[in-house]
């Protein structure tokens, strides 16, 4: 099944998701693949557990923690 792609109010979609879902998407597979919860991803970036709870349920962009976001799930593959 071939993913559609439309552009929706400046956003690129694949799929009927927007780029920041498929990231937190990808984020909760990689949490539940290593155990860990979205409030050790708030505390081991640094940021405060309510505002990861607002990205990781779609009420605030992750624009700026992406970075830090692929950082820390980076560090739990080299664990491994």
Same mark, same amino acid.
């Given at each position: 099944?071939?993913?559609?792609?439309?552009?929706?109010?400046?956003?690129?979609?694949? @799929?009927?998701?927007?780029?920041?879902?498929?990231? %937190?998407?990808?984020? &909760?597979?990689?949490?539940? !693949?290593?155990? *860990?919860?979205?409030?050790?991803?708030?505390?081991?970036? @640094?940021?405060?557990?309510?505002?990861?709870?607002? %990205?990781?349920?779609? &009420?605030?962009?992750?624009? !700026?923690?992406? *970075?830090?976001?692929?950082?820390?799930?980076?560090?739990?593959?080299?664990?491994?």
């Amino acid at each position: 099944a071939e993913k559609r792609r439309i552009y929706s109010r400046n956003r690129f979609i694949r @799929g009927g998701m927007t780029m920041s879902q498929e990231f %937190i998407l990808k984020v &909760r597979i990689q949490l539940a !693949k290593y155990g *860990k919860s979205q409030n050790w991803l708030a505390d081991t970036i @640094g940021i405060s557990r309510p505002y990861m709870s607002d %990205i990781m349920n779609g &009420r605030r962009k992750p624009d !700026k923690q992406i *970075k830090p976001i692929e950082a820390a799930l980076a560090e739990l593959e080299k664990e491994k």
